[in-house]
């Protein structure tokens, strides 16, 4: 790690196992007013990157540090088997991206989720989001754990253009609170292998670009909404699953079925010709009935 970050444009780490615990310590968060680009790939111990401390003396619960990182343009995160935030949502301490455009996050399996609420806010610029192979994770945006008397009642992303979630196998939806989510200009949305997923946003979701979605079950076009599409989609999944446990249910009994009949017919019918494998007999086949006399 450098010994300053006030000059540091890129921040590059690759295979290091001694990194610690946190990429950006807290009191180097002011510093960070060139950085333009952050990579970090195969470090298994990092468990934040940001590290977001309450302020000391900052005075009232209500007060609030914002600290911004105007120039960052592309966060990418790899194979990050502990990361457990990006950074911790604290209410004294908000960190602003005004420039951030694209984030990938991928192979980081204690992730449980990506932002929260009040951590979306600042994203005006944001156009890109990738999130694949994140076993543990259950939401891209979640509710706030601590109360917030400034809460967001509608979530804007005016810039997001591409959405895609892949192979997500424990995530239920994009956000679970109430809040509205407006996506004006989103018209690339893919998720695939997203198994678990109930629905998209429980609040009301704007994507007025939006057309199609490529999904598991092909590129579909978008009628309504996100949401609706996701609820007619496991509805069919539903129907289907039902429709094929019939036809098994049908096929098994029909096979049941068939094997007791013969195996009465067996039993019943004592006449019923055995034949003795020419291995006993070369040169003549014989057959007997079950009582052993000669037919």
């Not at 109360?147 to 967001?152: L, Y």
């Not at 579909?220 to 996100?226: E, L, Q």
């Amino acid at each position: 790690m450098p010994s300053s970050f006030h000059n540091l444009i890129e921040i590059n780490i690759e295979n290091k196992e001694d990194v610690g615990r946190t990429i950006i310590p807290s009191n180097e968060l002011l510093q960070l007013v060139k950085l333009q680009q952050i990579t970090i790939q195969s470090c298994y111990g990092v468990k934040e990157v940001f590290e977001v401390v309450a302020v000391e003396g900052s005075g009232t619960s209500e007060a609030q540090t914002l600290v911004p990182i105007p120039n960052l343009t592309q966060v990418k995160l790899v194979s990050l088997c502990n990361l457990k935030y990006l950074w911790k949502s604290n209410q004294r301490m908000v960190l602003e991206f005004p420039n951030l455009t694209t984030l990938s996050i991928h192979d980081c399996w204690n992730l449980k989720h990506v932002f929260t609420c009040s951590m979306v806010g600042s994203l005006v610029q944001l156009q890109e989001l990738h999130i694949s192979y994140c076993s543990q994770l259950e939401v891209i945006v979640k509710e706030e754990e601590e109360e917030c008397d400034a809460r967001v009642n509608e979530i804007i992303l005016p810039r997001l253009n591409f959405l895609k979630l892949e192979y997500l196998g424990n995530l239920k939806g994009f956000c679970l609170g109430k809040e509205a989510f407006s996506l004006p200009a989103l018209d690339t949305l893919q998720f695939k292998e997203c198994r678990t997923i109930t629905v998209f946003t429980k609040g009301h979701m704007s994507t007025p670009e939006l057309k199609v979605i490529d999904t598991d079950f092909g590129i579909c076009a978008v009628k309504t909404d996100v949401n609706s599409f996701i609820e007619t989609k496991l509805e069919e999944v539903r129907t289907n699953i039902i429709t094929y446990s019939s036809v098994f249910l049908i096929i098994l009994i029909g096979f049941i079925y068939y094997k007791i009949i013969i195996l009465i017919f067996l039993c019943l019918n004592v006449k019923t010709p055995i034949f003795i494998n020419d291995h006993f007999q070369p040169h003549h086949r014989k057959i007997f009935n079950r009582n052993g006399k000669k037919l």
